[in-house]
């Protein structure tokens, strides 16, 4: 059985003052990949993540869709809000 996981995490303070996205690529339950907005560029964890890492960190295409991959966490949030956030 082999398994390929794609995990997106936007992380939220203060409303949308400041959003950081975390996305994770995990094979066979190993994270061998992740992207971080905080650092903007990708980080690999095995043989096979820090190839990915490099390549894809050298690719303006993939980089640019990753920042604007953050604008869409913002605009997720507005659009989720009224009944996630300010429901009490």
């Known amino acids: 059985v082999l398994q390929w996981l794609h995990k997106a995490e936007c992380l939220f303070i203060n409303g949308t003052e ?44 993939i980089m640019e869709f990753m920042r604007a991959h953050v604008d869409r966490c913002r605009h997720n949030y507005e659009v989720a809000a009224p009944i996630t956030v300010e429901r009490r």
């Not at 339950?29 to 890492?53: Q, Y």
């Open 18 to 61: 400041k959003v950081r996205l975390v996305v994770r690529f995990i094979y066979n339950r190993e994270e061998f990949l992740m992207f971080d907005s905080d650092v903007e560029h990708f980080v690999g964890f095995t043989p096979l993540g820090e190839k990915n890492a490099k390549k894809w960190n050298s690719d303006p295409a």
